[in-house]
């Protein structure tokens, strides 16, 4: 009676999303050889980018940490208007073709592809895409196989997302609640969490951080100082120097940090959550100074790289941004401050990391302009 195993049991299991998306293709594979790639792009409405999530292939991944705007890409706007799968069975017909991503799917000699744009309560999020370096490998048997496989991985990808969504309303909510008496606009967190983003892409390789981790530092980096709750009007306000005795106070933020996010993804069901440990280390670590000289006196190899980044990445737009206490700094004089102390106190590929994209740095401080009450 216990004979069948059930093939897909290995995704009942904990492991994160990328893995599981593994697992998936492993299982296609043993049935249709010739599907080479599966990969996930996630669809963002508010800056209508669609950005690569999850991937799953042998080789190289071709549009690693890739975003574009679907506004530029004519074949999958047109999927989107059909609201229906697309075959192609000889790439070839892409390679002249504007669009980055099919540029890119095409010099990997990928020569068939099948997408399905990927739908919650009718809402498009994303698209699915299934590669294989074969011609004509996508017919109506495998269509229909991969039709249910796809609707799995979605579900699959829609409860990553939402996951972190709920955890990400719920932190900020709270976060907002004390808004009118903290220091830190919205403006800085959207500038922060960008300059987090960049940090992650330039380091990723060396660091193996893929698609989703990036993405995770970006939608967790503003909540490095939720701690800062807890901490008294008397204390964050003051409109001068703290006294070291009121500095010793203001650095319990980081740990009361780790207990409201703790607190929060206990009371949610969500201590397993595979990513809640970046939003736990980026609220804990924030301050570690890589010579040990930081809050918690942790060294260089022990503290987390997404840690490292929110590190740079806050006191850089600290710097350049106006606090009750001090005026804000040039961009040559931050990147000056932080090379000081690139190897010592902040991580040297993180900082670098900012220093040579100082085009996009700029970019992002031209978004994201000091709000009236900043
Ligand atoms: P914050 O304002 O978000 O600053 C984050 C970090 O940026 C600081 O961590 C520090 O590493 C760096 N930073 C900010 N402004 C300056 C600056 O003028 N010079 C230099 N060298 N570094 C700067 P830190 O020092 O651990 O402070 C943590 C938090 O404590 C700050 O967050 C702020 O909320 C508060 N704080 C720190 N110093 C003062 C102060 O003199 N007066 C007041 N009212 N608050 C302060
Ligand atoms: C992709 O696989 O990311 C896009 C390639 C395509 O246009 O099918
Ligand atoms: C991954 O996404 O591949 C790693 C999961 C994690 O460390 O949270
Ligand atoms: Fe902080
Ligand atoms: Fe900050």
């Known amino acids: 009676m216990f004979e ?14 990328p893995r599981k998306v593994e697992i998936v293709h492993g299982l296609l594979r043993e049935r249709f050889d010739f599907i080479d790639r599966v990969s996930v792009a996630v669809y963002e409405a508010k800056t209508d980018l669609l950005k690569t999530f999850v991937q799953s292939s042998d080789g190289d991944n071709p549009l690693a940490l890739y975003s574009s705007r679907l506004a530029d890409s004519a074949s999958m706007k047109e999927i989107l208007r059909l609201g229906r799968p697309r075959v192609v069975n000889d790439l070839d017909i892409f390679s002249n073709v504007d669009a980055e991503h099919a540029k890119r799917i095409a010099a990997r000699q ?31 048997a495998t269509l229909h196989y991969l039709d249910m496989v796809g609707h799995l991985l979605s579900l699959l990808v829609i409860h990553e997302l939402s996951t972190t969504r709920s955890l990400l309303a719920v932190v900020k909510t709270a976060a907002n609640m004390t808004e009118h008496r903290d220091v830190e606009t919205g403006a800085h967190l ?39 709750i807890g901490i008294s009007d008397t204390i964050l306000l003051k409109p001068g120097k703290l006294t070291s005795s009121e500095f010793d106070t203001m650095k319990t933020h980081a740990s009361k940090g780790g207990e409201i996010v703790d607190m929060m993804l206990e009371n949610l069901g969500l201590s397993e ?18 010579n040990g000289s930081g809050y918690y006196g942790m060294m260089d190899g022990d503290i987390p790289i997404e840690a490292k980044i929110v590190a740079v990445a806050d006191v ?16 040559d004089r931050a990147f000056l ?38």
């Not at 744009?117 to 109506?140: A, I």
């Open 316 to 331: 850089f737009d600290a710097l350049t941004s106006e606090r009750p206490y001090k005026e804000a700094w040039s961009v």
């Open 4 to 17: 069948h195993q059930d093939v897909y049991a290995a995704i009942n299991g904990k492991s994160p999303l």
């Open 110 to 140: 990928y020569h068939s592809s099948y997408t399905m744009p990927m739908f919650l309560n009718g809402d498009f999020f994303g698209f699915l895409f299934f590669n294989s370096y074969r011609k004509n490998v996508f017919d109506e």
């Open 273 to 290: 959550f595979p990513h809640a440990e970046i939003l736990r280390n980026i609220a804990l670590y924030h301050h570690e100074a890589i």
């Open 190 to 228: 959207d500038r922060m969490s960008n300059y987090a983003r960049l940090i992650a892409r330039e380091v990723a390789k060396k660091y193996r951080l893929n698609d989703e981790l990036v993405e995770h530092i970006f939608l967790f980096s503003p909540l490095h100082d939720i701690g800062k």
């Open 337 to 374: 401050f932080l090379q000081s102390m690139a190897g010592t106190k902040f991580d040297i590929d993180c900082v670098n990391a900012l220093i040579n994209r100082r085009d996009e740095v700029e970019a992002i401080q031209k978004r994201f302009l000091e709000d009236s009450l900043g």
